[in-house]
């Protein structure tokens, strides 16, 4: 087998050797793991071996594994490791290791990707989780209920994640701002600062709560506002940086469906590697300066967003 070349059969050995390798690796990680366990809980007795049940023994590793994958990444199935099998399926079709080897390298860069993602959506959730708070509590205030009661009552949402810590100051006479505080480090969640700095107004100069928390969800929606505005005007340059990336392999699939075997020639000749390696770093460098540009356009508006919202009151009055 060498770096440019390699024969089918010998790259499908490989694979099937590899998995092998791993089940078995995970069958006897997992028993010894489960004699452990016995062990310790029989009170240092001895273990009987048992009879060797495989059906019992693959439905335990699953489920450990699936445990595992929970622990780790939250539930999400990983999704960056279906690069691994289209990896495998180009090798394979152009008999070339290759492939593989960047598909293993795509996977933790795909990740990467792909939790951002995830934590972007979560900070909007988040971001949408504040405003929908400061209005329900402004609501039950005006209902005529003791702020702490109305923080007891509102529903946190996506902020659930850190909400233990103001439900218990509310509900045991605690410092509530500081705790309101502490869960605004959450990326998204940073509106309640806001709600923090209306609540200390409002214990130490019996301002009113309601209103201040009306005109902080007011700020907020105003930003949200602004923020979709801003990514409705950059969605056309994210567009265009998707469709270039993807043109490379839409050129890929017509050439193979003309009779060229463009893979032959990018993974089993000079000058096609010397393309594939200047291609692949061109198409790296053209997806980080979009997206390094989108950031830019983004964050100054992120920061001139709401300039009061992260201030104390005693900096509020002082800054008027």
Request: proline fraction near 5%.
């Amino acid at each position: 087998m060498t770096g440019t070349g390699a024969d089918p059969g010998a790259l499908t050995l490989c694979a099937a050797t590899l998995c092998v390798g791993v089940a078995l690796w995970l069958l006897t990680g997992r028993d010894r793991e489960l004699r452990r366990a016995r062990l310790l809980f029989a009170g240092g007795g001895p273990v009987e071996p048992g009879e060797a049940d495989p059906v019992r023994r693959l439905s335990e590793t699953a489920a450990w594994l699936r445990e595992r994958w929970r622990v780790k990444y939250g539930g999400r199935m990983g999704r960056e490791l279906l690069c691994l099998p289209v990896g495998c399926v180009i090798a394979l079709l152009g008999a070339s290791v290759l492939p593989l080897l960047g598909a293993v390298l795509a996977t933790p860069v795909v990740g990467r990707w792909l939790r951002s993602r995830r934590g972007e959506r979560d900070r909007v959730r988040r971001a949408a989780g504040v405003i929908e708070l400061c209005a329900t509590v402004a609501g039950e205030l005006r209902a005529g209920r003791h702020p702490g009661e109305a923080l007891l009552a509102v529903d946190p949402g996506h902020l659930r994640e850190r909400w233990g810590l103001v439900t218990a100051a509310a509900r045991f006479g605690g410092d509530v701002p500081d705790a309101l505080r502490r869960v605004a480090r959450l990326p998204g969640a940073e509106g309640l600062t806001g709600v923090a700095a209306c609540w200390q107004v409002a214990v130490d100069e019996g301002a009113g709560l309601a209103a201040g928390l009306d005109r902080v969800a007011a700020a907020l929606r105003a930003e949200r506002d602004q923020r979709e505005s801003l990514d409705a005007k950059l969605a056309g340059a994210r567009a265009t940086a998707l469709g270039l990336a993807v043109l490379p392999i839409v050129g890929l699939a017509l050439g193979g469906l003309m009779g060229s075997n463009p893979l032959h020639v990018l993974l089993h000749t000079p000058a096609g590697l010397g393309c594939l390696l200047v291609g692949g770093l061109l198409e790296w460098a053209g997806l980080v300066w979009t997206g390094r540009m989108v950031r830019a356009a983004r964050e100054p508006g992120r920061r001139r967003g709401n300039p009061h919202l992260g201030r104390g009151p005693a900096e509020r009055r002082g800054g008027r």
